[in-house]
Nanobody, 128 residues
């Protein structure tokens, strides 16, 4: 069974930065698109960002565009989410997810049901 483990969450003041990391194991990492989602208390899990298997294509939610950057290192089986200019509304549990792709598909899935594996989440809290 594939395993995804997030790290890097924490408490930060508004305007600050954090860098989330996700380590993947027990899967052929370069065969998966990777994504980040977040879920605030009492709300649905929302798409944040996705990256194609090659890293050449990325897609962001409008709410984070220009502030967050998704990147991956296929040699280390890791995906990253540097987050800048954080806002209180970014407070949530952040989840890393992996979507199996076939035939060199360069998709950047944005829907949670397109993803096959999920991490346990890491808490990000932004104080005002």
């Amino acid at each position: 069974q594939a395993q995804l483990v997030e790290s890097g969450g924490g408490l930060v003041q508004a305007g600050g930065s954090l860098r989330l990391s996700c380590a993947a194991s027990r899967l052929t990492f370069s065969s998966y698109a990777m994504g980040w989602f977040r879920q605030a208390p009492g709300k649905e899990r929302d798409f944040v960002a996705a990256i194609s298997w090659s890293g050449g294509d990325t897609y962001y939610a409008d709410s984070v565009k220009g502030r967050f950057t998704i990147a991956r290192d296929n040699a280390k089986n890791m995906v990253f989410l540097p987050m800048n200019n954080l806002k209180p509304e970014d407070t949530a549990v952040y989840y890393c997810a992996a979507a199996r792709l076939f035939g060199g598909d360069l998709s950047t899935p944005t829907r949670a049901n397109e993803y096959d594996y999920w991490g346990q989440g890491t808490q990000v809290t932004v104080s005002s």
